[in-house]
């Protein structure tokens, strides 16, 4: 029904940039909001940020400051830039989609994307 592709992830030193994307496709008839969610080994999975779609954003206290998140909106895509990275930024990152889909409003999820920021 949905289809969420994540990419933008590798391996990056500290203070370094990363920008992470994903793009939604299927039987979408809105979508609502988008976001990145992060797991790191032996955590729980944790919002990094969330833009609605009238454009309200969110993020982790942190995260602020180093993060920015955007959508193209023509290509139910969502971007998360990531600046100043920190070895603490190491984890999977997931796109999450909440979205009306057969009437049904529900989220939905990426497969993950792995960020390592190491020297």
């Known amino acids: 029904q949905v289809r969420l592709v994540e990419s933008g992830g590798g391996l990056v030193q500290p203070g370094g940039s990363l920008r992470l994307s994903c793009a939604a496709s299927g039987s979408i008839f809105v979508i609502y909001a988008m976001g990145w969610y992060r797991q790191a080994p032996g955590k729980q999975r944790e919002l990094v940020a969330t833009?609605?779609?009238?454009?309200?954003?969110n993020f982790a206290d942190a995260v602020k400051g180093r993060f920015t998140i955007s959508t193209d909106n023509a290509k139910n895509t969502v971007y998360l830039q990531m600046n100043s990275l920190k070895p603490e930024d190491t984890a999977v990152y997931y796109c999450?989609?909440?979205?009306?889909?057969?009437?049904?409003?529900?989220?939905?999820w990426g497969q993950g994307t792995q960020v390592t920021v190491s020297s």
């Open positions: 999450n989609v909440e979205a009306l889909v057969a009437l049904i409003r529900q989220p939905y």
């Open positions: 833009i609605t779609s009238g454009g309200s954003t």
